[in-house]
């Protein structure tokens, strides 16, 4: 009995054209695809919305905000453009002219330590000075007590722009920094003052 079911189902898998389980519902299926003959059994609302085409925005910015999620991205980086503006606009070291070198002063705090960053752009036209830079660092105090001062010595070479860091062994909320070009035409004691960040 067994063998006659496999022999049979075997059968019908060699020629499956042959095999036909229900041979009365040949005419009722539809092979082809047609969207007119959907849309007629549809809804007047769907049929209106097939009809007509979106409309899009005219313009650069129009096709920004076409959907509400395209708005919010274009309203997002513009205001991240305009805090990234603000930020670097008002959060600055001090900055200064020294000897044809545009120098910025900054202080921050990493991991316990207080450290001072010294960045140098040349000016691109001029002759800027090149050569040892003396450096006096020490807090900021109030009263009368003794003040520890340390001294670095940089060296402003012809690149366009540089960047020196130094450690501070002190903690203090501002620093004071004495900086002097001692030789060439440029010579001259600068001070600078900033807040540690």
Known sequence: MLRKKFADSMHMNKSPETFDPNPERKEDLIFHYSREHRLSHASETVRDLNASKP???KGFFGALSANKSQ?????SIVVMSAMI??????VKGD???FGGNRVEFSAFRFQGSSYLAL????????NPYTGVVNLAVSPVVSDESPVPVITQTVFFSVEPEEEFRMMLPFESAEILI???????????LKKFKIKVQ
């Open 55 to 57: 409309k899009r925005k």
């Open 71 to 75: 708005g919010f991205l274009l309203i």
């Open 85 to 90: 503006m603000m930020v670097s606009i008002f």
């Open 95 to 97: 900055t200064a002219d």
């Open 119 to 126: 960045k140098k752009n040349a000016a691109k036209k001029g």
């Open 178 to 188: 004495l900086a002097e070009m001692p030789d060439g035409n440029n010579r001259g």
